[in-house]
């Protein structure tokens, strides 16, 4: 960076079970999301991303160390090995600034031992980073309590005055107004739109469930539909009311005069399927648990609509290397994901860009709306998805033309040969990143 010209800043924002198809600007006609429709008007958005392990713990513990599931957090309620280097070491390396606000849900702990939302997470814990102020684990978003510490101080634990991703949105903002100055990277992590699907009554008044428009993969079965639209209706109004705080936090940045210099990367976990295919949650291949919103933006829009970065297949590895990458920063060689900052930058542009993403359900929750078995699969840059149970097929579909998912052809005669490509590509990805599971063998 010249003298003139800041070292730019970072800042996830992302919530938790908020799946791709449910944005205005991806055509979704339930919800209004103005403040994310202008990120991805001004920026780039990735409409391809996935988040590979669609669980909260995995692909948290993912996002943090640039690791593929099986090497860091393979299950609900795991934990993220504390001597594990996060990108808040990468960053700090760099002589950033760091801050964690939010849910945290790395500490391994187990709901049946007591409320995640009181668990305390010891220092040593918190992924490296200098201010952090959050939770281990909350399913109730108006009772909502944060502990930490910030620098040399700790923050005891208190109840958050307000709605949760209003009161981590205050906190988010106050902590931009003191390290406005100097480089910093920065992450909102919010509950909502997570389960219970209760927002405050301004934004559940916008919607009611029999207006609700379901995609066309929910079955007619009325138990499965009925729940879904009730379900819904307050699913996308704490989709819109994250989204007015991402405004918020624009705001902020446009008024301490930083926006320009600074990324906002905004994206979710993983999915929730509604009651597409039948389902409900997580925990499946399915594009509505895997598939996520992922954009970036904050940073003059003449740069992004000069510098279009394609449309890649973003994995939970590669937030990490790509949120460094937009600095600068190369990432720790231990981070196995890929930097996809080149597309942005005409310079840094490589030429490995992977053909597909690697998908995993290592250590299977068992809980009642999940799949009770582990798999393992692909999605492909060419439109095809797959995936296997041990030793049998699962699902094969090809999102060119069935983008809804309605015609498997993992044992379809005729699909056998993109069946053993497909099988083959994830036994190569097994083998790449020292995975062990029993593919079919064909």
Not at 109 to 129: A, K, N, T
Not at 179 to 185: A, E, I, L, N
Not at 203 to 209: K, S
Not at 339 to 355: H, K, M
Request: with cysteine; hydrophobic share 30%.
């Amino acid at each position: 960076m010249s003298e003139s010209t800041p070292a730019p800043n970072v800042i996830w924002i992302f919530g938790d079970q908020h799946r791709g198809q449910a944005l205005g600007c991806a055509g979704d006609p339930n919800v209004h999301t103005p403040h994310i429709d202008r990120l991805a008007a001004e920026g780039a958005h990735f409409t391809r991303a996935v988040m590979g392990f669609p669980l909260c713990c995995p692909c948290r513990g993912s996002l943090l160390t640039g690791r593929y599931p099986h090497r860091c957090v393979p299950g609900h309620e795991h934990q993220m090995p504390p001597e594990m280097p996060t990108v808040a070491h990468a960053f700090r390396d760099a002589g950033y600034y760091t801050t964690w606000i939010g849910k945290w849900h790395l500490d391994g702990w187990h709901e049946r031992d007591g409320r995640g939302g009181l668990h305390r997470v010891p220092r040593e814990r918190r992924g490296g980073f200098d201010t952090w102020i959050g939770y281990e684990n909350n399913n109730a978003q108006f009772d909502c309590y944060v502990h930490g510490h910030e620098d040399d101080r700790d923050v005891d634990q208190y109840r958050l005055p307000t709605f949760e991703t209003d009161a981590l949105t205050d906190l988010l903002i106050q902590q931009v107004e003191r390290r406005k100055d100097q480089p910093f990277f920065m992450s909102l992590s919010v509950q909502p739109p997570h389960d219970p699907y209760t927002a405050p009554a301004e934004w559940m008044g916008r919607h009611t469930p029999g207006r609700v428009q379901l995609r066309p993969n929910v079955p007619d079965i009325p138990r499965i539909r009925e729940q879904a639209r009730r379900e819904l209706a307050g699913y996308y109004a704490l989709i819109e009311n994250l989204d007015w705080n991402l405004g918020r936090v624009r705001e902020a940045l446009r008024r301490l005069e930083i926006d320009d210099h600074t990324y906002i990367v905004f994206f979710s976990d993983h999915g929730d399927h509604h009651g597409s295919h039948g389902h409900f949650r997580k925990m499946t291949p399915y594009e509505e648990a895997i598939r996520v919103p992922f954009v970036i933006g904050g940073p003059s829009r003449y740069r992004f609509q000069k510098l279009r970065p394609g449309n890649p297949l973003i994995n939970h590895v590669d937030v990490a290397p790509t949120s460094l990458g937009l600095c600068g920063i190369d990432a720790p060689p231990a981070m196995e994901g890929f930097d996809y900052s080149g597309g942005f930058f005409p310079d840094r542009r490589r030429s490995d860009e992977p053909g597909s993403a690697y998908l995993q359900s290592v250590v299977p929750t068992g809980h009642g709306p999940s799949v009770d078995l582990p798999w393992r699969g692909v999605v492909t840059a060419d439109g095809w998805k797959y995936a296997a149970f041990e030793h049998q097929p699962y699902l094969m579909f090809n999102l060119n033309d069935d983008p809804y998912e309605q015609l498997n052809l993992a044992h379809h005669a005729h699909a056998r040969a993109h069946r053993k490509r497909l099988n083959d590509l994830t036994a190569d990805w097994i083998e790449r990143t020292g995975d062990t599971f029993a593919l079919p063998s064909f």
